[in-house]
């Protein structure tokens, strides 16, 4: 039976034969595919790295790095990004976390795959401009060669073969149960791709001005031809900007599966939008009182993510005026995620959802914190005027709604005291929980600091 993945033979033998080796996984072992499938990944986004010089290498070289580098996610279609999120998402949660993975979430994880290499070969391969649209189908029984499974010596590793692979002589074939966290743990050092992203800098460094444009020019010159005939691929952006949202979701602690959880319904929507007044909020999360603590409204990836934010809005005012508490708002197109406190704060974007309690803390400090003109500053730690003064701007900058302030200071003059003192301010008026202290100090003055910062504040 003909792979899924048939189309990366020619240019992209390597990410061919772990891309098959997946398929392979979907049906037998949801976790070993989830792995696979970042690995997978994980080859392909390296070989772009090694291929197209307009990417720029990240701070680190590590995966999460490499697909959250600007000019990475620039040079993709924005529907396609969402995609590999959720593949590095699930991999990681194969690798890291004994959450069950179920048989639909590594079909799915698979589908996910093919779609990003289809890209991947669509806009890189030579040909690509001639390469068909092409129908994913589902693995069934029917349709996917038997799995072989290998354990190697006393390293256990499981390894998802084709009938006509032939097996290393010290692998011996056996069916044995899923493979385990641990065992992938274990396998996830030894394909580490850490060198070949350091090759790839040192290549870099030495590649003369001449080498980069001829390269550069290459490949402009097969992404333009490539590009020149559009692209009618069927992406199925609708059902992966759901499918991330609910894994991100699944990472906060949420079970999406509770009733009212999705597509609820709601009453009192302007008659402009719907004579009826009904509406139907995608996402609810409800507090364990059952009151509202946030909405999340999804708009397509093609579509900016504020288009959602008034419909949000008009969601959080209906819910508001049924439940008397108005919920913290969401709203995303897959590709970016904006939280909107509107009762504080304007809208910031958000890397994902929040969990129960971080949002319930939410709700609860609009009634319990304190302005932070009537909590004085502790002369005890920062007393000098200057610093008071400093703390007063300061905390004046936040109640205007403000998310970020900076303080210069001369050597000398207090910095760390400055800062332990508005730490205090905050803490007592319950506008903070958790403080992250960084200096550029050693080891032993930080440890100072935070045990001085410990007895002056309790």
């Known amino acids: 039976m003909a792979s899924n993945f048939d189309f990366l033979t020619t240019d992209f033998p390597e990410i061919y034969e772990s891309a098959t080796r997946v398929e392979n ?12 499938a970042r690995y ?36 993709l279609p924005p529907n396609l990004f969402p995609k590999i999120r959720i593949i590095h998402k699930m991999g990681n949660r194969a690798a890291h976390s004994n959450q069950k993975i179920s048989q639909k979430e590594g079909l799915y994880i698979t589908e996910e795959l093919f779609h990003f290499l289809y890209w991947l070969c669509r806009y ?32 256990t590793s499981q390894i998802g073969m084709r009938e ?39 290549k870099r460094q030495k590649q003369t001005q001449a080498e980069y444009n001829q390269l550069k020019a290459e490949i402009d010159r097969i992404k333009q031809a490539n590009s020149a005939i559009k692209d009618n691929h069927d992406y199925n952006e609708a059902d ?35 004579p009826t007044g009904k509406g139907y909020i995608d996402y609810v999360l409800w507090d364990d009182n059952g009151l509202p603590l946030a909405v999340i409204e999804a708009k397509r990836t093609q579509k900016d993510a504020h288009l959602g934010k008034q419909q949000a809005k008009l969601y959080a005012d209906c819910l508001e005026k049924k439940f008397h508490q108005r919920p913290i708002i969401f709203y995303s197109n897959g590709y970016q995620t904006y939280l909107w406190d509107d009762k504080n704060y304007p809208p910031r974007l958000v890397e994902g959802f929040l969990k129960k309690d971080e949002l319930q803390r939410m709700i609860y400090r609009r009634s319990h914190s304190k302005p932070l003109e009537i909590v004085l500053p502790n002369q005890e730690i920062a007393g000098r005027s200057y610093q008071i003064e400093a703390i007063k701007r300061v905390t004046e900058t936040l109640e205007h709604k403000a998310r970020k302030a900076l303080l210069v200071m001369a050597t000398g003059t207090g910095k760390t005291r400055t800062a332990i003192a508005l730490i205090d301010i905050l803490t007592r008026a319950n506008w903070i929980k958790r403080v992250l202290f960084l200096a550029d100090r050693t080891s032993l003055d930080l440890l100072q600091n935070y045990n001085e910062h410990k007895k002056m504040i309790g």
């Open 25 to 36: 996984l979907a049906l037998s072992d949801s976790r070993a595919c989830c792995f696979y």
């Open 40 to 75: 997978t990944l994980e080859q392909a986004v390296i070989w772009l790295y090694d291929n197209d010089p307009y990417l720029q290498l990240p701070y680190d070289n590590n995966l999460g790095a490499l697909i959250h580098e600007q000019t990475f996610k620039d040079n």
């Open 124 to 155: 890189y391969s030579p040909n690509g401009k001639n390469l068909p649209k092409l129908q994913y189908i589902t693995p069934s029984s029917t349709n996917i060669p038997p799995l072989l499974r290998g354990v190697r010596g006393d390293q």
């Open 164 to 202: 006509d692979e032939t097996l290393p002589t010290e692998v011996k074939t056996e069916i044995t149960p899923e493979i385990t966290v641990a065992q992938l743990q274990k396998l996830e050092q030894e394909l580490s791709q850490a060198q070949e992203m350091a090759r790839i800098a040192e």
């Open 240 to 274: 992966t900007r759901k499918y991330l949202i609910d894994v991100l979701l699944k990472e906060m602690g949420w079970d999406i599966t509770q009733p009212d959880f999705t597509e609820y319904e709601i009453t009192g929507m302007p008659q402009s939008i719907n």
